[in-house]
């Protein structure tokens, strides 16, 4: 026994030669508080891959691309795939097209899909008499439901497109706004509380070399920068979930068909703040659910000034 007591002694003190931050008590708790949440890390994200083993398949097989929505809304459809009668009724209804249209001009790449279901379930999105022209895909040749477009980074049509970001490597949109705003949330409280250990530790006095001290204050500032940005990044956003409206929709306002001539002030998709929220965070409808274009009636409606009465009766909520 006292033969082991003094070979885990000699163990002991191998190891704090080896390793002197380990031998002094107060760094070692700070070394196993960095081990601690970096192990926190790892639980976390491990029970998630753990609970729901088909995580990263499901990201791959379940995107939310037009082509997808359009094999949901097909497999929903009750009526005929073969019926003609129903591509003359969506080409009545928009006065855009002649019944001697045929499908293979509806896209060459409809992937087997019901061409005529598809086109009546997006056009009776948008308001009558609109060209079938100006909602069809010139890359991909298919019918863009309202709040679609274009990626040319993914080479696919996204269902209300925001952006593409190139960070995260995929198009924000529909499927992973939510999360994409969540991650922007836990960035920048990351990002923080990183700054006010760098502060604290600016502000104790630890670091005795200058050039040390530089390079701690040139990593504040970046560090800083990264913030602010996050920051802006997370307001913009937030702004932009209060109003159900994209980036693509803000910034491209006056090149999208469906929105000019609507004042800018006016929120065509907005249902109210607290219905906004509910639709973001909590929404069970899908990400294959789309929205049509409002009437001119409900513009008119949203285009009305605030009155005392619509602020007693939370018309913005």
């Not at 050039?211 to 956003?237: D, G």
């Not at 607290?274 to 929404?283: D, G």
Request: hydrophobic share 40%.
């Amino acid at each position: 026994m006292a033969a082991d007591g003094l070979h885990a002694t000699a163990l002991a003190e191998q190891c704090s030669r080896l390793f002197p931050c380990l031998a002094d008590r107060v760094r070692r708790s700070k070394w196993g508080l960095k081990v601690a949440l970096v192990l926190l890390h790892v639980i976390f994200v491990g029970v998630l891959f753990l609970l729901d083993a088909d995580l990263i398949r499901k990201t791959k097989e379940e995107p939310w691309y037009v082509v997808d929505a359009m094999r949901v809304g097909n497999e929903m459809c009750t009526t005929s795939v073969n019926s003609p009668m129903l591509l003359n009724q969506s080409i009545s209804r928009n006065n855009s097209f002649t019944s001697s249209m045929n499908r293979n001009q509806l896209g060459r790449r409809n992937y087997g899909m019901n061409s005529s279901s598809w086109l009546k379930l997006v056009m009776d999105l948008y308001p009558p008499g609109s060209s079938i022209r100006n909602w069809t895909c010139t890359y991909c040749n298919i019918i863009q439901p309202p709040r679609s477009k274009h990626c040319h980074d993914c080479d696919k049509c996204v269902l209300q497109f925001d952006h593409h970001c190139v960070w995260l490597g995929t198009c924000i949109g529909q499927g992973n706004h939510c999360r994409f705003w969540w991650y922007i949330f836990e960035e920048s409280i990351l990002c923080t509380w990183t700054v006010v250990l760098y502060i604290d530790l600016l502000s104790s006095k630890i670091i005795k070399d200058w050039w040390k001290e530089l390079f701690v204050i040139v990593l504040l500032a970046a560090l800083i920068f990264c913030l602010v940005f996050l920051l802006l990044l997370l307001l913009f956003h937030s702004y932009l979930v209060l109003t159900n409206q994209t980036t693509y929709e803000l910034v491209r306002r006056r090149r999208i068909l469906y929105l000019r001539g609507i004042p800018e002030r006016v929120h065509p998709f907005s249902r109210g703040i607290c219905k906004n929220l509910y639709v973001f965070c909590c929404s069970r409808d899908g990400k294959y659910s789309m929205e049509a274009v409002p009437t001119m009636e409900e513009l008119e409606a949203k285009a009305r000034p605030y009155t005392c009465m619509d602020i007693m009766s939370c018309r913005c909520c």
